[in-house]
C-alpha cells in the first residue's frame, strides 16, 4: 500500500489501476473509486464482469484493423461507405472521433500506432503491410492520412505516402482545423469536419 495515504489495500489498488488510464490523476482517481463504493451490489459485480471479459469480447478487425466483436467491424461490413476511400489513422480512437464528426463515408486503416524513434515504434511495428496487401487487391481512388499534425504524426504520414505511390491513387492529407502539434483524437466533430472537408492532395 502507497505510504502516503490511508486508504485500505484493496481501495488504493484500484485508485493505482485508475491512474493508469490516460487524463486520469490521483484526485480523479479517488473520486471514481469512492464513486463505485455508493454502487448497488448488483452493478458493481456486473461492472466488474464487463471489465474481465473485455479481452475475450474485443478483438481486432482482420480488414482494418479497428475495434470489433466478430471478424470484421460494423464498418467495414456496412455496405453503404465508401470503399474506395480509404483514411488511415492511428488507432481505433480516432475513428470514433471521425464517425462523430459525420463528415466521412469512406472505410478506414488502422496503423495501430505511429513511427516513433524514441519509443523503439518504426515501420516495421505498423500495419503498412496490411495497407499495402489491401490496395494491391481492392479498388482505391483516394487515401486519406489522418496521422497526428506532431512531428511524429507527420514522419508516419510522410513514411505512409512514399511507401503506397502508385499510379492513379489520389493520396490527400487531411489540413485546416488540425492545429500543429495537435492529436486528432482530441478534436472536436466540427474541427475534424473541416479537417477532412479541407484536406489536400499530396504530391
Given at each position: 500500500m502507497s505510504a502516503h495515504t490511508e486508504?485500505?489495500?484493496?481501495?488504493?489498488?484500484?485508485?493505482?489501476?485508475?491512474?493508469r488510464l490516460p487524463g486520469i490523476g490521483r484526485r480523479t482517481a479517488e473520486r471514481l473509486v469512492f464513486s463505485l463504493l455508493d454502487w448497488e451490489p448488483e452493478l458493481?459485480?456486473?461492472?466488474?464482469?464487463?471489465?474481465?471479459n473485455l479481452p475475450n469480447a474485443i478483438r481486432i478487425c482482420s480488414n482494418c484493423g479497428n475495434l470489433a466483436d466478430r471478424e470484421k467491424c460494423a464498418i467495414c461490413l456496412d455496405s453503404g461507405r465508401d470503399p474506395s476511400l480509404i483514411c488511415v489513422v492511428e488507432s481505433p480512437a480516432q475513428i470514433m472521433v471521425i464517425e462523430r464528426a459525420?463528415?466521412?463515408?469512406?472505410?478506414?486503416?488502422?496503423?495501430?500506432?505511429?513511427?516513433s524513434p524514441l519509443d523503439g515504434r518504426g515501420p516495421d511495428d505498423l500495419r503498412i503491410g496490411?495497407?499495402?496487401?489491401?490496395?494491391?487487391?481492392?479498388?482505391?481512388?483516394e487515401l486519406i492520412l489522418a496521422t497526428g499534425a506532431d512531428v511524429e504524426g507527420e514522419a508516419t504520414a510522410s513514411y505512409v505516402r512514399e511507401s503506397v505511390?502508385?499510379?492513379?491513387?489520389?493520396?490527400?492529407?487531411i489540413a485546416f482545423g488540425i492545429p500543429v502539434g495537435g492529436d486528432i483524437g482530441y478534436a472536436d466533430s466540427a474541427t475534424i469536419s473541416m479537417a477532412i472537408g479541407s484536406r489536400h492532395e499530396i504530391t
Open positions: 486508504y485500505p489495500e484493496a481501495l488504493e489498488l484500484l485508485v493505482q489501476a485508475f491512474v458493481l459485480a456486473e461492472f466488474g464482469r464487463r471489465l474481465a459525420r463528415c466521412f463515408h469512406g472505410i478506414y486503416h488502422v496503423l495501430g500506432g505511429r513511427i496490411q495497407l499495402l496487401d489491401r490496395l494491391a487487391v481492392e479498388s482505391v481512388r505511390k502508385r499510379s492513379g491513387l489520389r493520396i490527400s492529407r
